[in-house]
């Protein structure tokens, strides 16, 4: 296929968390169908292996350095974007934590904020900075959102995240409809069990006495017997809500969880 044919030559896309999971997988994508890419994230090691296989497999990719949660960044982030690319075409504002996961009356006041900072606030800055730029020839939005929060509601400590990813899909309405006059898109995808980092990071506290007693002996992804989901089968979402296919779908939460949320809601 040459440069010409790929679905996303001449389009500049942003990937928060592009160092490591699905953010990572998607920059990966993105860049492989001709987008110029800027990865961006708070590990700079990460995000150079990013770029720097994104140029080895010939593709155009930058790293940006930033705290999604501190508006001084994003707005350095989105200067630095216009300076190097001119534009700005497609945003996956993907970056967010698990954070602790604990009974409510344990969890403390700044774990909370931690949570709503990163994961709420940071995907309000990433879009408001990004809409000058897209507004100029219109774009795609793609927010990475859960299906806790969204379908599921009985992972027990789960509290802050999942009202953080029920926010998320509220804010990416609400943008859909402001934006439509901009020709911006705004979508959501709302991932399952996937196999990724973000899981080695979570801080789970004295969840067996709040737990409802819930057992599916089965598993609980019905199409794979259980077997989680990957980083590119999201990405792969992401990639078909970014394109032109998908140019009638705005205000859209799409699953990938093989039916998880489903059992489990």
């Known amino acids: 296929m040459s440069s010409q044919d790929k679905e996303f030559t001449g389009k500049v896309a ?6 490591s999971g699905i953010g990572k997988a998607t920059a990966l994508l993105l860049a492989r169908n001709g987008a110029k890419l800027v990865a961006l994230g708070r590990t700079d090691s990460e995000l150079q292996e990013t770029v720097q296989q994104i140029r080895k497999e010939g593709g155009d990719a930058i790293a940006l350095l930033a705290d999604i949660s501190k508006p001084e ?3 350095k982030a989105f200067e630095a974007i216009k300076s190097q690319f001119g534009g700005l075409h497609i945003v996956f504002a993907n970056a967010g934590v698990n954070g602790v996961w604990a009974p409510i009356e344990d969890l403390q006041p700044d774990e909370w904020d931690k949570t709503m900072n990163i994961n709420l606030r940071g995907t309000f800055l990433t879009v408001k900075y990004a809409i000058p730029m897209l507004k100029e020839n219109g774009g795609s939005v793609i927010i990475t959102a859960s299906v806790n929060g969204t379908r599921i509601f009985s992972n027990t400590g789960a509290t802050a995240y999942s009202t953080t990813k029920a926010g998320q899909l509220a804010f990416a309405k609400m943008a859909a409809l402001e934006l439509a006059k901009h020709r911006i898109r705004v979508n959501v995808v709302c991932p399952g069990a996937i196999e990724t980092e973000i899981n080695d990071s979570t801080e789970k506290r004295k969840l067996e006495s709040a737990r409802e007693p819930v057992e599916f002996p089965e598993g609980v992804i019905p199409l794979t017997d ?11 979402v992401v990639a078909f809500l970014a394109s032109d296919r998908a140019s009638h779908i705005t205000g859209t939460p799409i699953w990938i969880d093989g039916g998880e949320s489903l059992l489990m809601g």
């Not at 942003?14 to 160092?19: P, S």
Request: glycine letters at 20%.
């Open 14 to 19: 942003l990937v928060t968390g592009a160092g």
């Open 73 to 75: 960044d994003m707005q």
């Open 226 to 236: 259980g077997v989680p989901g990957t980083s590119e089968q999201v990405a792969e």
